[in-house]
């Protein structure tokens, strides 16, 4: 059933998946990160829900463990990602190697992470086709995970950041990361930002707040401007100035992962920030990792805040594949 | 001065305008309306203000009393728009004769105000490149200048209009004028519309009230729709739920007519539109016409209420326009 996680999923011992058939992999788990998505889908927020009982967890990073016929492009003994809702909270799985990659030598714990929020920045920032390098990228919720990711992508293609925290002592942690502006989001912070930007180029604002903030954004815009709403973290409605849209021509549109033009470029985004992982230049502080037998205590502290890990270490016996029970966390 | 039109204006007699140079036309101004635009200009609102003293009034219809040379597209007599901003409120003004075309036999009065409002409705059914014949097209402020003659456009292209009014006695008139649906925009409206619709498509929004206004129409959207806002009649900030730009992917933009790029479109959409105004398809009630010398009384009347018309009666000495002093209402 759907609900709270901590009461309604458990740890289940499953069979071992099956030799990969033509075209596919065995992936044994390493890391898979907790997002506040995966406790929405099994409290049944969503529309789209798995059916009963299923595994759940979205993201993760593990080892190619066996080949299928046909799999020219992956050697055992790979770092993949996990591919996105294949449900990852589990040791081991099968899953199709297309699109599958080797990924470039770094922490297994970042990795875990880059499936999601590393991809909607790079494709965020491809909603405008008026960038050039040295313009500005305006954006809120710039301390989130997709907010620091940005902050790295925009700088390796050679585009400034502006970026809107809620919190002041916030402001030399995203300096630090490489923010090229930040600055808290309260009244006059436009006037600010033109008093030290002058007249550059600001053509792309990126929204995950919604409500007035989306407002802010789009009042620091230049002239035709787009603002690329991804998320609505105040839960409140998009505000814009008509003056900014009728004189200003800012253009506001939607941005959402899973779309079917978005999914398509994904893994072209994926290829792009797996370096920019490697290198640390996108890092996401984790709080705590838990192995996935103390799940309950991985969601307690995902929602008091925080990154949280599971340790899977469903690739630990590599090529001693054969009769293991493979504990995995499943919605009953 | 600028300030409150009552007081700053006055009625003054200027000398006749010089014969029309190469490429021009003398015009004899017959109808001239006043627009609310007309009065916060002379009030000093907008950033581009004429230098005083200036003629005032942004349209009007007169004849073509002399011919400049090289002008070959005219003849005497012709009926003409006054150019857009060439400050129709007096009897007779020299103008470019370039973009000018003779218009269709038609009341006159109606034929001055041709040169904003419909065009402005044509232009905003141009927004959308993806409308098909019986597609739908949802707009509020349906009862406005642009509303009304929205409808007709929309009804002349083959295209159906969604019409939110905010009193419930104006249904019946936008009905008998051609609104396919005419509903007052409150709770539930838009339920209402998709039970009336079933899934027709909806793929252009018309805004001029901006607020909730906004975003009640783009909740009638299709998936993909463009919701384009033209005028801010509330006051308030345009709003926009977020899953409509999310997960809808509904785009948000503005329209100014006095765009750069949307004046090139101006003629075409004249000429499209002139025949409609001719057959009565677009027609906008008149509540008053008073001579230039009423112009106290027709600015308070404006004021108060009601579309209300300058009777210039400039072309009325056909020909004989000689040593004639020409009265003309300026802000001073």
Do not use: C
Request: aromatic residues 4%; negative net charge.
């Amino acid at each position: 059933t759907f609900g709270e996680p901590g009461i309604v999923l458990e740890l289940a011992d499953l069979p071992e998946p099956p030799a990969p058939a033509a075209g596919e992999v065995l992936i044994g788990v390493e890391h898979a990160p907790i997002n506040m998505n995966d406790l929405y889908l099994i409290q049944g927020v969503y529309p789209l829900r798995p059916s009963l009982p299923s595994v759940v967890g979205n993201e993760g990073v593990g080892r190619v463990l066996a080949i299928g016929r046909g799999v020219d492009h992956l050697k055992v003994g790979d770092r993949v990602l996990v591919p996105l809702y294949s449900f990852s909270w589990r040791e081991r799985l099968v899953a199709p190697a297309a699109g599958l990659f080797a990924l470039p030598e770094a922490d297994p714990r970042q990795l875990a992470m880059l499936g999601i929020n590393p991809p909607t920045a790079a494709l965020l920032l491809n909603e405008s086709i008026d960038l050039r390098p040295g313009d500005w990228v305006a954006q809120n919720a710039a301390n989130s995970a997709v907010g620091r990711s940005l902050i790295a992508i925009a700088k390796a293609r050679g585009l400034k950041t502006l970026n809107f925290v809620r919190r002041l002592e916030l402001v030399p942690e995203l300096q630090a990361v490489g923010g090229d502006l930040v600055i808290v989001d309260q009244s006059g912070a436009v006037d600010k930002i033109r008093a030290t930007i002058g007249d550059a180029r600001v053509p792309l604002g990126i929204d995950g707040v919604a409500g007035k903030a989306a407002a802010t954004i789009a009042g620091v815009l230049s002239h035709s401007g787009t603002l690329v709403v991804y998320a609505l973290m105040s839960g409140e409605p998009v505000t814009v100035a008509p003056l900014d849209l009728i004189a200003k021509r800012v253009v506001v549109k939607g941005f959402f992962l899973n779309h079917p033009d978005v999914e398509l470029k994904i893994p072209s985004a994926l290829r792009e920030t797996a370096p920019l992982v490697a290198s640390g230049a996108i890092r996401v502080p984790i709080a705590a990792t838990y192995p996935l037998t103390a799940f309950r205590e991985a969601v307690a502290h995902v929602q008091r805040g925080g990154k949280v890990m599971f340790d899977v270490d469903g690739a630990s016996e590599l090529f001693d594949k054969v009769a293991v029970e493979a504990p995995q966390v499943q919605a009953p």
